[in-house]
């Protein structure tokens, strides 16, 4: 971690406690580096990175203060367990995809990033070798558990995270979501109860639906982002076998939660005798200098599946996952041969190459920058054009800005609005069961700031605005 993160996440802790009161004034640039021995440069960065995030806004020549709503708002409102037993997400789903599928239309509804960040020449080469070669086409890495070398590499990859792991516990699928569900179908039946967070990537409700399972919920936490009362309060109360967690740059909220809470969630794990499916897609994509361990380093009793993939860093035209399967290894092996098999042996022969020359490593530094980069002037545009009741919940990882609207407004309206003018958004009934009004969307600011992207960020400032004032109308 760098000198000025470790400064600003010493500082949110404090204002996470409440020790800083909204509006209160942090110390002077100078009384902070007195006080902390940092270099005045390393506090500016922490307090700029404070601001980013929205904890903190500066006033002209006065200097920081805590910004109001941090202490008071919550990531969201709802706060109990829920039970939901006949979800209806596919239908919702498949229209929002096919709504945004056009190339005509702005893709900041998309999940995938930015595909010019993601193309990578080095690849495109190792490929067109390989599509060369008549191997490719006999070898019989194609069948579960896929390629004997990609799964050494990953395996590595897993023990320099100080996660002890051997090519075995590997299986290579055809994506993250691919493994996410063969984890979910190997380890559950119809009817059976599950747990996922209320605002979860639309995939596991989808999964869910499918499989005939009973869903339990629980609320987003306001400051850390995963509420382990009320986690410990549903394994109480439910016969949990199951849970879809995502804890590192959450699609859509975005935080990542920290390593107490996920140490805390692998002892009730053991506890009560659940295992859980980690979705962590975007584990390549944080900020700072340290990769955030996954779920799987602080699982000691094997209870985590932990699935990633190369899409969210290659692109989908590189969908090859896994899922660190361990003992369940051979039941989601047979699933795969029921269905999916396993990803093409081009893609996987490619990738051995590409990753054992540290090629990807190079790729994903670049990407993360860039990311950063993006999602850093999107913040600032939308902070100055987006009505100022709107709150932009900004988290240091991945290329999604979680945007709060104001109470009355509801998101999928605001969607419907803006399709017509052909700029995607995803509303957050994407992303939770009930189909009510909810007043959240998610944008995807893995874009350079373009005159069409200006031109639909401005868009959407105004559609909001349209909303806002003929809510204002109806109650006057
Ligand atoms: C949170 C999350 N999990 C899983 C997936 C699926 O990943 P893949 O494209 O590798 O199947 C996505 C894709 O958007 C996602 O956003």
Redesign the pocket.
């Known amino acids: 971690m760098y000198k000025s993160e470790q400064l600003a996440l010493n500082i949110r802790q404090l204002i996470e406690n409440g020790a800083w009161k909204p509006h209160s004034k942090l110390p002077s640039l100078r009384e902070q580096s007195h006080m902390s021995g940092y270099s005045l440069m390393t506090v500016l960065n922490a307090y700029q990175e404070l601001e980013a995030q929205g904890l903190v806004y500066a006033k002209q020549k006065s200097g920081f203060y805590v910004a109001e709503h941090f202490n008071s708002q919550p990531v969201h409102t709802a706060s109990s367990l829920s039970l939901n037993s006949n979800i209806q997400m596919n239908s919702l789903v498949f229209r929002y995809l096919k709504s945004i599928q056009s190339e005509t239309v702005c893709p900041l509804g998309s999940?995938?990033p930015n595909a010019e960040l993601l193309f990578n020449a080095k690849l495109m080469q190792i490929l067109a070798q390989h599509a060369k070669r008549k191997s490719s086409y006999f070898s019989h890495d194609h069948m579960p558990p896929g390629h004997n070398e990609l799964r050494k590499i990953i395996a590595n990859r897993y023990c320099l995270q100080g996660i002890p792991t051997h090519a075995d516990d590997i299986v290579i699928t055809s994506?993250?979501?691919?493994a996410?569900n063969l984890s979910l179908q190997a380890l559950t039946k119809p009817g059976d109860f599950i747990l996922l967070q209320e605002t979860i990537?639309y995939?596991a409700w989808q999964a869910a639906e499918r499989l005939g399972l009973q869903v339990i919920t629980i609320p987003e936490h306001p400051v850390s982002g995963f509420d382990i009362a009320s986690f410990e309060q549903a394994l109480k109360q439910y016969p949990i076998k199951v849970c879809w967690l995502?804890l590192n740059s959450h699609?859509p909220i975005g935080f990542s939660v920290r390593h107490e809470i996920k140490q805390r969630i692998a002892e009730l794990l053991e506890e009560y005798q659940v295992y859980l499916i980690e979705?962590d897609?975007?584990q390549e994509l944080y900020y700072g200098a340290q990769k955030p361990l996954p779920m799987k380093y602080f699982d000691k009793t094997q209870r985590v599946l932990h699935c990633s993939?190369f899409?969210?860093t290659l692109g989908?035209a590189v969908?090859v996952?896994w899922v660190y399967a361990g003992q369940f290894s051979n039941a989601i092996q047979h699933l795969q041969l029921m269905s999916t098999v396993s990803a093409s042996p081009l893609l996987q022969n490619s990738l051995v190459d590409f990753l054992s020359h540290h090629h990807y490593e190079k790729h994903v530094r670049l990407l993360r920058s860039q990311l950063e980069k993006h999602k850093k002037v999107f913040y600032q545009q939308l902070k100055q054009r987006l009505n100022p009741a709107c709150k932009i919940h900004y988290y240091s990882s991945g290329y999604f800005l979680w945007v709060e609207l104001p109470i009355n407004l509801d998101g999928y309206a605001v969607y419907q609005a803006l399709i017509q003018q052909q700029i995607g958004i995803a509303p957050s009934q994407l992303f939770r069961s009930e189909h009510v009004k909810q007043n959240f969307i998610r944008l995807n600011c893995s874009f350079a700031w373009t005159a069409e992207i200006e031109h639909a960020v401005t868009v959407l400032a105004e559609v909001i605005q349209q909303h806002i004032t003929a809510h204002e109308q109806l109650e006057i």
């Open positions: 999940a995938f994506g993250a979501l691919d996410l990537f995939g995502m699609n979705d897609v975007y993939s899409s969210k989908a969908r996952g």
